[in-house]
């Protein structure tokens, strides 16, 4: 399967962020994030979300990876014109981080392709000027 840009794939990815403050513990480093995903199928057919592969990636340089079915217990079909939004979170043992990774698709006719989730910074406020 060929790693394409989501947009070269007729799907397009838009990342929200928020530090949620209430939910982070600072004195023990833990900084809480939410994160909502917009993903909108410019496709002329239905595809549906198979898998994610989110690449997550610390101040520190500690690496985690997450693979699992669909997304939120979901493995939505999303048809031409249409999205699909969710929401999820995460902890970071530090300031500043970010996440990248692919959303594995299946279109109509069963062919499965890659949709490149884009690079996002998730960082504590006043982190980024």
Known sequence: MDQKSAADCGILIRV????????????NNAHAFSYTINIQNNRNDTVQLLNRHWIITD??????EVKGKGVVGKQPFIKPGE???????TIM????GDMHGSYTMQAENGENFEAEIPLFVLATPNMLH
């Open 16 to 27: 929200k962020t928020r530090y949620l403050d209430k939910q982070s513990d600072i004195l």
């Open 59 to 64: 101040q520190n340089n500690k690496v985690e």
């Open 83 to 89: 999205s699909f939004q969710y929401s999820s979170g």
């Open 93 to 96: 043992n530090s300031n500043i």
